[in-house]
């Protein structure tokens, strides 16, 4: 289950999964085919997670990279 009850941001991804954004646990993926749930948050001993938790937007851009909008500002993006 999303931990977080504050979704900014719901986006689906090319593959068909959901991303969910949120203001406090950073951002969910869901596979719609098995239902697993991955949660992408901050992490300080590895440099290629979130920035921050609190997330504001997502985009995918026509790559399927996905951009996300940091509330307060900044940007991170997960590329495929």
Excluded: C
Excluded at 36 to 64: E, I, M, Y
């Amino acid at each position: 289950a999303i931990a977080n009850k504050f979704i900014t941001d719901i986006q689906r991804a090319p593959d068909g999964a959901l991303w969910v954004a949120t203001s406090q646990e950073g951002i969910y993926r869901i596979d719609m085919e098995s239902g697993a749930l991955q949660n992408f948050k901050p992490d300080l001993k590895n440099s290629q997670t979130l920035s921050h938790r609190n997330v504001s937007n997502l985009l995918f851009d026509s790559r399927g990279w996905l951009w996300i909008a940091m509330q307060g500002g900044g940007v991170d993006v997960l590329k495929s």
